[in-house]
């Protein structure tokens, strides 16, 4: 550095002179920017919850400042590292580091960008479908799942999210198979993608209510109305009268009328989403059907699901058996008198009825009526519950023959109105245990409530 000095002479001329001198001077240099680097995790997007950070600097003897903009936390390991934790947040965090160093009046910042759960955009949806088979009750214990509608690349997982069965395996179609049970099943599909931090759902509905009948031995009746393979419509100018009810019993006993003036309707989604066949009260009845080789027991037990609308009818008898003759049989009449709310119990006596159980079968409701004739006693129940007998017994070879809809040897009062939609005949007298898993599974079915 060079001086200029100037001095005063006595003889009051100025002059000037340079004179050298040296000398060594603190020139302020602005200090680089540290490196900040990871040495635990990756700065990944959805994966970066926690890591670690390091920051060195090309100067000696620096001390390091770290500070936090955006989401999340620092702790601090060591002068030189730090600890980066997201707290499960959303969105993006930026972490500074300034270093510093004595007698240096500049220092210098580095930054470093974490992408953490940073959302690039709200997933949709997936729309659940059915591609191979429908959703329709009764047929569907094994059917196929998809799952479509969401971002393209989107992963989709499901699970049951009320009810029982197994999904497999897992993507954008998978099989549902359902447990030996009646019910239905709620599924959920998730879907989610890398770099969405929003992932969606849907659920779907699978109604699996199948005939899942547990107890079949000495069955020698079964017609369903809700099992469209055993309704067999008339067509043509009547499109809704059933021609013929299969038996699913396995023995053959079929339903079959040849005049259209007496065959009852069929009737969709009438209980449950179920289907039902329909009898008018008036004309409408299958006639004697029913007939297999004589039994020399005189046991028996009669399962029904049915609705009735009887008011004003004296003997609106549902269901009867009966030998060749018309004054032995058994039979149930709900509701009947006229409308009183009497229900009958058709016995071997030759008066005819015998029983007469509460006004419990109320109209316009549905109901599970199961009556057991055993050795010595008539008993009915009522959604699984006993409600009435009598001490009394039916003779041996007696009920060869069936009638549903009407009381045999009747009049115009004796037709049964209202609907039926199930009923199972057995040869023998169910134990209670028997006769509950039918009611059991007869309640899942139609939405009838049991023990």
């Known amino acids: 550095m060079n001086k200029i000095v100037f001095i005063y002479l006595a003889s009051g001329i100025l002059s000037g002179c340079v004179i050298q001198e040296n000398k060594n001077f603190l020139v302020d240099k602005a200090l680089p920017a540290p490196s900040i680097s990871i040495v635990a995790g ?45 707290l499960s947040q959303e969105g993006q965090a930026v972490i500074h580091c300034k270093v510093n160093k004595s007698g240096r009046s500049e220092s210098a910042a580095a930054s470093q960008i974490i992408d953490v759960l940073l959302s690039m955009g709200q997933l949709q949806k997936p729309v659940i479908s059915f591609p191979n088979g429908t959703n329709v009750v009764g047929t569907n214990d094994s059917l196929q799942l998809g799952a479509s509608g969401s971002i393209s690349g989107s992963a989709y997982n499901w699970s049951i999210l009320a009810g029982n069965g197994s999904i497999s395996p897992t993507g954008e179609l998978v099989t549902f198979n359902a447990s030996n049970i009646i019910e239905r099943v709620t599924v959920i599909c998730h879907a989610s993608k890398a770099t969405y931090s929003d992932s969606a759902s849907a659920t779907n509905y699978i109604d699996v209510v199948r005939s899942y009948l547990t107890f079949t031995n000495n069955l020698i009746l079964w017609l369903d109305a809700d099992d469209t393979n055993t309704i067999v419509l008339r067509g043509g100018a009547d499109p809704t009268n059933v021609y013929q009810w299969r038996d699913k019993s396995g023995l053959s006993n079929h339903t079959l009328d040849v005049i259209p003036a007496y065959e009852p309707f069929y009737r969709t989604n009438v209980r449950n989403g179920l289907a039902a066949v329909y009898f008018d009260g008036a004309a409408r009845y299958f006639r004697e059907f029913l007939y297999i080789p004589p039994y020399t027991a005189n046991v028996l037990t009669v399962i029904c699901v049915f ?92 009920h060869n023959y069936l009638q549903i809809g009407r009381r045999m040897g009747g009049g115009a009062n004796n037709f049964y109105r209202g609907h039926l939609g199930e009923i199972l005949i057995y040869s023998t007298a169910l134990t209670p245990s028997e006769r509950l898993s039918v009611e059991r599974y007869l309640s899942k079915k139609w939405g009838i409530p049991v023990p």
């Open 42 to 86: 990756t700065n990944e997007t959805l994966t970066n919850t926690s890591i670690t950070l390091r920051a060195v600097s090309s100067e000696s003897d620096v001390s390091y400042q770290w500070s936090l903009s955006g989401i999340g936390l620092l702790d601090t390991l060591s002068s030189q590292q730090v600890v980066y934790s997201s």
């Open 307 to 398: 609705s009735h609308t009887n008011i004003g009818l004296t003997s609106p008898t549902l269901w009867q058996t009966r030998t060749n003759t018309t004054t032995t049989w058994a039979g149930f009449t709900p509701w009947a008198g006229a409308g009183t709310g009497t229900t009958y119990l058709g016995t071997n006596l030759t008066t005819g009825y015998v029983s007469k159980a509460p006004a419990s079968f109320k109209t316009n409701s549905w109901y599970i009526a199961s009556v057991v004739y055993g050795a010595s006693s008539i008993q009915l129940y009522q959604d699984g519950v006993y409600t009435n007998g009598c001490a009394s017994s039916l003779p041996a070879n007696y």
